[in-house]
């Protein structure tokens, strides 16, 4: 179950995520094995010797293009990265679609606080479904959600969604997904919130459509069931 949540991808931009983590690490993997490569070779190549009296060098030779060549390349490469990460950037945090659904999200010392609209689709009226530590959503429906704190800073991070937000106490940060993959996942704070800190997990469940009216049906509020 934990490996599940971070090989999984269950949003329409995890992928991209993934993809940027990747890209990453294999640009800095390589520079880094290359540069070590080459400075453990010429450790061992021009290693002190008898009779051979070590040459002091300025830096304001050929030897400089070994700095400067390098240096430029991996620049370029800085270059790459960042617009990389710029585009998945906005498209997460920025170029944010139309709700098809919103929903609430409170942190607190030590649970996470759910509020799913109700029938109506319409968040904070009276067929309003509250959950603790409990999120039920629908595959493929676009959320927004509205993330608050009671009391510090949280962070509100769903690994399957490659999804991570901090809440922080005072403010309204709206942010979205689409999930794309049926199943049961986790949902962590990961900010350092205080004692319990650690046991503060939640669990994601991701319907089908039918699976998602039946919860509907069976959590909506009964004195509103019954006179609807």
Same mark, same amino acid.
């Given at each position: 179950?934990f490996f599940?949540?971070?090989?999984?991808?269950?949003?329409t931009?995890?992928?991209?995520?993934?993809?940027?983590?990747?890209?990453?690490?294999l640009?800095?993997?390589?520079?880094?094995?290359l540069?070590e490569?080459?400075?453990?070779?010429?450790?061992?190549?021009?290693?002190?010797?008898?009779?051979?009296?070590?040459?002091?060098?300025?830096?304001?030779?050929?030897?400089?293009h070994w700095?400067? &060549?390098? *240096?430029?390349?991996?620049?370029?490469? +800085? #270059?790459?990265?960042i617009?990389?990460a710029?585009?998945?950037?906005? @498209?997460?945090?920025?170029?944010?679609p139309?709700p098809?659904?919103t929903?609430?999200v409170?942190g607190?010392q030590?649970a996470w606080?759910f509020?799913?609209?109700?029938?109506?689709?319409i968040?904070?009226?009276?067929d309003?479904?509250?959950?603790?530590?409990?999120?039920?959503?629908?595959?493929?429906? &676009?959320? *927004?959600?509205?993330?608050?704190?009671? +009391? #510090?800073?949280h962070?509100?991070?769903?690994?399957?969604?490659r999804? @991570?937000?901090?809440?922080?106490?005072g403010?309204?940060?709206?942010?979205w997904?689409?999930?794309?993959?049926?199943?049961?996942?986790?949902?962590?704070?990961?900010?350092?919130?205080?004692?319990?800190?650690?046991?503060?997990?939640?669990r994601?469940?991701?319907?089908?459509?039918?699976?998602?009216?039946?919860?509907l049906?069976?959590?909506?509020?009964?004195?509103?069931?019954?006179?609807?």
């Amino acid at each position: 179950m934990f490996f599940q949540n971070y090989l999984d991808q269950a949003s329409t931009f995890a992928a991209d995520i993934d993809l940027l983590f990747m890209i990453i690490t294999l640009v800095v993997g390589f520079w880094f094995l290359l540069s070590e490569g080459a400075f453990f070779f010429l450790m061992f190549k021009y290693k002190r010797k008898e009779g051979k009296k070590a040459e002091y060098i300025t830096g304001e030779g050929h030897e400089k293009h070994w700095v400067n &060549t390098p *240096h430029h390349i991996v620049l370029v490469f +800085d #270059v790459i990265l960042i617009a990389g990460a710029i585009m998945v950037w906005n @498209k997460v945090k920025i170029d944010q679609p139309e709700p098809e659904r919103t929903i609430r999200v409170i942190g607190q010392q030590w649970a996470w606080t759910f509020v799913h609209p109700g029938k109506d689709n319409i968040l904070d009226t009276e067929d309003d479904i509250v959950k603790i530590d409990e999120l039920h959503v629908e595959k493929g429906v &676009t959320y *927004h959600f509205k993330l608050e704190a009671k +009391d #510090v800073l949280h962070s509100f991070s769903v690994p399957v969604f490659r999804l @991570k937000q901090d809440a922080v106490p005072g403010r309204i940060i709206t942010g979205w997904f689409t999930p794309t993959k049926q199943g049961e996942y986790d949902i962590q704070c990961a900010e350092m919130c205080g004692v319990a800190h650690g046991i503060m997990g939640a669990r994601l469940f991701i319907d089908d459509p039918d699976m998602y009216q039946y919860w509907l049906e069976k959590n909506t509020p009964k004195t509103l069931a019954s006179n609807q």
